[in-house]
């Protein structure tokens, strides 16, 4: 394909990606296909002789198209939603056509530097402190790891040069029993061990509790454990609970102990300056996980981590080969292969660059503002029907409910319920929600996310949901 | 900006990259700017108000465009050559836009499928048999992050459960002197430490010892240390030689080690038949990496890991969280969530479906052949030339060179030739070459990989090379 064919080719899928964006509501958000529907409908052999983009864009209207889930339609209300703004899909386009790969200054000086410069606007947005430096990962589990390894550094001075073989004290994490599971497999990864990680409980509104924190430390220790870090979530993946961030950090500072916040979900709705209340304390962790390409409208993937700590993070994983030093870097010029595992860098400021300018720092709060309200607004249809029960307070833009069921149907035929009740409303084709477990009890959950979702899709959702127990 | 506003962009958006993509030859391949440029020429706060992508696009013309590094330029011949062709730009344009997030089958049934025929189509063109499985990661570093600690859980099972602390005998993993540094820093994250790297010696020609590798390993077990894996490489970073897989391979078996081939720049060369016995032996492997965005004219990012024990891939990150847990992932369905670390995946799978059907077989061999052909010429040109010596065999598509300086010049005194040579023919705009040292000498590289780059560009390279030395 050359550069004219390209030019043809990418302005007739510009016109069908505008037309899906537009009319994205005709599909079903949750996809219909059976397992095996893509494999079977492909070769089993790549092309001998190169192919016309007519031919390769029509399987995938035949093939592809109604395979896809649509995280990008305003009733995705499934996980967290992840939404691909027009000004994030520009970025995109233009990043693939760059192709930068950021691992040193000079093999990308307008990617090193916008991404210094983008994270500072965000970090500034959401009201963290400059001692903050920031770095762009892939996803939130390659964060909080590198968070992690940085406080396994910590905790274990030359961990990173001499391995974990030779520790004798036990080490470990604490977190709440509704952390992410990035944080297990971050420990896995670590060379912790998932047994490293100490669960703690949590309260009734399923915020993990201090004084169950300081004691779980206190006891290990005093049993000859060494604690590598705590993990504190603002906004867990269950039920958007904050754990007591302001309570934490102490315990942390006193028994100087690494403090890695994840707000990979809610961190970006420290913007909004009625939510920042939630965010208490969080400013005294070592590190911080934040996700653009959850609520902040920017496509997959992009996942920020703030650290107070950058050297001992660089401490971590800082190697220099001879065919990658560079002039500049002995200069003090940041290289960005020095703040982690991956080498290869993809431009992805660019990205959130343009989305921060296309919608603005007022633009963003409008939208987030309006999730939460709609979010409220629903929680409040749930409380006002005998035939539902909402299970969680709503700090953000997630509901956790379900329906109550007949009286004296078992928890095990009001679970059954519910999930029936779920899989009946994704079925319709115009939400998608998903489910949890609190508490033993299957639970659904309604996360408002997507940059264009609004009381329309909101009110459908629960209409349907009504139907469904009539 | 609504549909309409992003239809008008992103065909603006279009034209520009296509005149981009036609006329990037106007640009010099290396940029020129002063660190600091882009951060001083930025507003230091994200706008209030959202702006019109006009403004945006202009900011990117003015400050980011004079900042970059021109991967996608023919005369880009440093590092391993990126670069993305027409059909990978589609694919990130059309991914962008569908946003997937493939963490389960359901959340994109179309990405989590077309993984496996993609993977499975390149498992044939590079001749791996059936039993190797194939995964998509973000980079070359992860995929040997995944690899290793598979081999730890192989070597240690129950490492990744139960942490590394424990462990009682040194833990060893062993690679060449020209390995990669993705290598280090995995072990570095895994809890195995720098120093539970061996670096086994090479011959003249840059090659793992074999003999050297065996004597290791059984010096070390015999000093009551156990052996994890061993990583020989198919194509160095710095020379592109070629560890003897098949002579390393039997060693592996017979001391049960996990072998991990890393062939991230050279493994797609394994389409041209003719270069196929430069991968002898690697079928014996445990794990192989190989990445499309290197050398098969797909956009960062995308590495391949095929791995012949994924249950031992899984058991060290498989953790299915109650939110996660699916009726199809009962049923037997592939999660794509539990063969790693990140739970976020893009949908990488279409770059590398369009690419390939775009290029088809054929279309790939062609272009490889020919880059192995310019490299092999500008060889020949070195080779005759009294002012130049070459210092590496060039089995694919990079060679190693040095200006030989005046009789009776100190090495520092050619090393420091060498360097302002590189740097002035940098310097031109032209082309871009990087360096490396071998048996601590600065060595000039020339790696030809973009699906572009023709004989007018390396004939170009090599008359400023000459003209430097005049």
Redesign the interface.
């Known amino acids: 394909?050359?550069?004219?064919?390209?030019?043809r080719?990418?302005?007739a899928?510009?016109?069908w990606?505008?037309?899906?964006?537009?009319q994205v509501e005709r599909y079903p958000v949750?996809?219909r296909?059976a397992?095996?529907?893509?494999?079977s409908a492909?070769p089993?052999?790549?092309?001998?002789?190169?192919?016309a983009?007519a031919?390769?864009a029509a399987d995938?209207e035949r093939?592809?198209?109604p395979?896809?889930?649509?995280?990008?339609h305003p009733g995705f209300m499934?996980?967290f939603a992840?939404?691909?703004?027009?000004?994030?899909?520009?970025?995109?386009?233009?990043?693939?056509?760059?192709?930068?790969?950021a691992m040193l200054?000079?093999?990308?000086?307008?990617s090193t530097?916008?991404e210094?410069?983008t994270l500072?606007?965000?970090r500034?947005?959401i009201g963290l402190p400059a001692a903050f430096d920031g770095v762009i990962y892939?996803?939130?589990?390659?964060s909080t790891?590198h968070g992690l390894?940085a406080a396994?550094e910590q905790a274990v001075p030359g961990?990173?040069?001499?391995?974990?073989?030779?520790?004798?004290?036990?080490?470990r994490a604490y977190a709440s029993e509704h952390a992410?599971?990035?944080v297990?497999?971050?420990?896995?990864?670590?060379?912790?061990?998932?047994?490293?990680l100490r669960k703690i409980p949590a309260d009734a509104d399923f915020r993990m509790r201090p004084d169950a924190l300081a004691s779980a430390i206190d006891e290990d220790v005093a049993g000859g454990a060494r604690p590598v870090a705590v993990v504190a979530t603002i906004g867990t993946?269950?039920t958007t609970s904050v754990d007591p961030v302001a309570a934490i950090a102490p315990i942390c500072e006193q028994r100087g102990i690494w403090l890695h916040v994840d707000a990979a979900y809610a961190g970006v709705a420290a913007i909004v300056p009625e939510l920042r209340p939630r965010f208490e304390g969080w400013e005294r962790a070592d590190s911080i996980v934040v996700n653009p390409?959850k609520w902040l409208f920017t496509?997959?993937?992009i996942?920020v981590l703030y650290c107070r700590r950058m050297p001992t993070l660089r401490a971590?994983?800082s190697?220099v080969?001879?065919?990658?030093r560079t002039a500049?870097g002995d200069?003090g010029?940041r290289n960005l292969m020095d703040t982690g595992?991956?080498?290869?860098?993809?431009f992805r400021s660019?990205?959130l660059?343009?989305v921060?300018?296309?919608?603005?720092?007022?633009?963003l709060r409008d939208v987030m503002r309006e999730h939460v309200r709609l979010a409220r607004l629903f929680a409040s249809w749930v409380d006002a029907d005998a035939n539902f029960e909402r299970v969680a307070p709503v700090p953000f833009s997630v509901v956790c409910f379900r329906a109550r069921g007949s009286d004296g149907a078992s928890p095990a035929d009001v679970d059954a319920l519910n999930e029936r009740l779920m899989e009946r409303v994704n079925a319709s084709g115009d939400v998608f929600l998903?489910?949890?477990?609190l508490d033993g009890r299957f639970v659904i959950?309604l996360a408002i996310g997507h940059y264009r979702t609004s009381e329309k899709h909101v009110a459908r959702a629960w209409e349907l949901l009504r139907q469904g127990v009539a």
């Open positions: 394909m050359d550069p004219a064919d390209f030019r080719n990418a302005h899928l510009v016109d990606i505008a037309t899906y964006l537009e949750l996809s296909v397992p095996g529907d893509v494999h492909l089993p052999q790549a092309p001998e002789r190169g192919e983009f031919a390769v995938f093939v592809l198209l395979a896809l889930t649509h995280w990008n499934a996980y992840s939404s691909a703004s027009p000004a994030g899909i520009l970025g995109e386009m233009l990043s693939a056509a760059l192709n930068q790969q200054w000079k093999t990308s000086p307008a530097e916008l210094e410069v500072g606007w965000l500034e947005l892939d996803t939130a589990s390659i790891l390894a396994r961990a990173s040069a001499h391995g974990l073989v030779r520790v004798e004290r036990p080490l992410h599971s990035s297990d497999k971050a420990l896995a990864a670590l060379g912790l061990g998932l047994d490293a993946t269950s390409h496509p997959m993937d996942s971590a994983f190697l080969p001879e065919f990658l500049e200069r010029v595992i991956q080498l290869g860098r993809r660019l990205k660059w343009m921060l300018r296309d919608f603005g720092a007022e633009g998903s489910h949890t477990r959950r």
